[in-house]
């Protein structure tokens, strides 16, 4: 069908430039009308405790699924979207939605449960950032301890001066940081010290060789002990297998997300899913914390 079609051509360079550059300004048009045109949607992917099996929070995830084009995964659409500057306004709606989801679960007797939202750097170095930030958490009364913000080592590395006040401004707020993709950026150990970070989110690509790949079970109960000797939250991503999981736990790693769990679900099956999660579930035993 066509939207099969639009998918598979979109972003091809390696073989026509022209086809690449022109479909690139044609989904940088319809991405402008996206916000007035609903197109956007958010789905959430929960979070679970190793240490109690429960669901601790979710991740909020955007979709943008276009009449012309078909569904287009955020990795090809939020560069489109930085370039323009339409992150910004986009970026604002995700919070805004995202917390007033969080709020209607919260009407369900989830009051503990946390939700993170993805940051692109433009959004945070936006001068009034923090501002937006704690409108939109007045305006959907979260309280900001529950609001976690998913940051990127590029985006901290961006000029880290201007970064670090922001990032203090938000600790000072009560929201939760994140360091999303950890260990795939440039990284440099010295933003652990310096910025007032909370949490490390374990890249996908070195949880994919657990258990058995040496090197990605170095690496992983490595950043593991390091974030918990700087006293951080310690999340592993793409978490798919019950061996990885158990792996994990083994190592004392704090937090799971990942189809093992579960896939991204819209809100409602998203509520549902918590409403529903048994720590005791049969399809998947409680993870058990080994004493490290
Ligand atoms: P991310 O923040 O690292 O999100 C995790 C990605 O891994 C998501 O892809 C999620 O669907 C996928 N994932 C989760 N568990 C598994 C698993 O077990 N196996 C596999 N194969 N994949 C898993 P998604 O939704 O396509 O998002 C990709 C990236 O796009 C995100 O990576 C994030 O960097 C960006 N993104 C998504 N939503 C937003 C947003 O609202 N704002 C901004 N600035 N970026 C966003
Ligand atoms: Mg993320
Ligand atoms: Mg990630
Ligand atoms: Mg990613």
């Known amino acids: 069908q066509a939207k099969a079609a639009g998918r598979r051509t979109f972003m091809r360079y390696d073989d026509n430039m022209d086809v690449a550059v022109r479909q690139r300004a044609t989904l940088s048009s319809a991405l402008r ?14 979070r679970l405790s ?30 489109l979207a930085e370039e323009s500057g339409l992150i910004l306004e986009i970026g604002e709606w995700v919070l805004r939605e995202a917390c007033l989801v969080l709020g209607r679960w919260r009407q369900h007797g989830l ?6 939202v993805n940051v692109s750097v433009l959004q945070l170095l936006r001068g009034d950032f923090p501002d937006v930030v704690r409108r939109v958490l007045a305006d959907t ?15 901290l590395m961006a000029n880290a001066e201007q970064t670090a006040a922001k990032l203090h401004a938000f600790r000072q707020l009560g929201v939760a940081l ?28 070195f949880v994919d ?6 090197e990605d ?8 002990a390091m974030g918990h000797s700087l006293g951080l939250n310690v999340v592993a991503e793409g978490v798919e297998t019950e061996a990885q999981m158990r792996f994990l736990a083994g190592r004392g790693c704090d937090e799971i997300q990942g189809f093992w769990v579960a896939q991204p679900l819209d809100a409602l099956q998203c509520l549902a ?18 004493a490290t």
């Open 33 to 46: 009308k996206v916000l007035d045109r609903g197109e956007l949607r958010l789905v959430f992917q929960p």
């Open 141 to 155: 009364g979260i309280p900001p301890g529950l609001l976690e913000l998913e940051l990127t080592e590029s985006v």
């Open 217 to 224: 079970a170095a690496i992983t109960s490595t950043v593991i």
């Open 111 to 116: 009051d503990a449960l946390t939700v993170s």
């Open 50 to 79: 190793l240490a109690t099996s429960r669901v601790t929070g979710v991740e909020a995830l955007l979709r943008w699924s276009s009449p012309e084009h078909g569904d287009i995964p955020p990795n090809d659409f939020i560069p």
């Open 178 to 205: 994140a360091i999303d993709d950890f260990g795939t950026g440039y990284s440099s150990l010295a933003y652990l010290k310096r910025l007032p970070i909370t949490t490390i989110k374990i890249d996908k690509a």
């Open 273 to 290: 899913f918590i409403r529903n999660w048994r720590p005791d579930t049969p399809a998947r035993p409680a993870p058990v914390r080994v």
């Open 209 to 214: 060789g657990l258990p058995n790949d040496t």
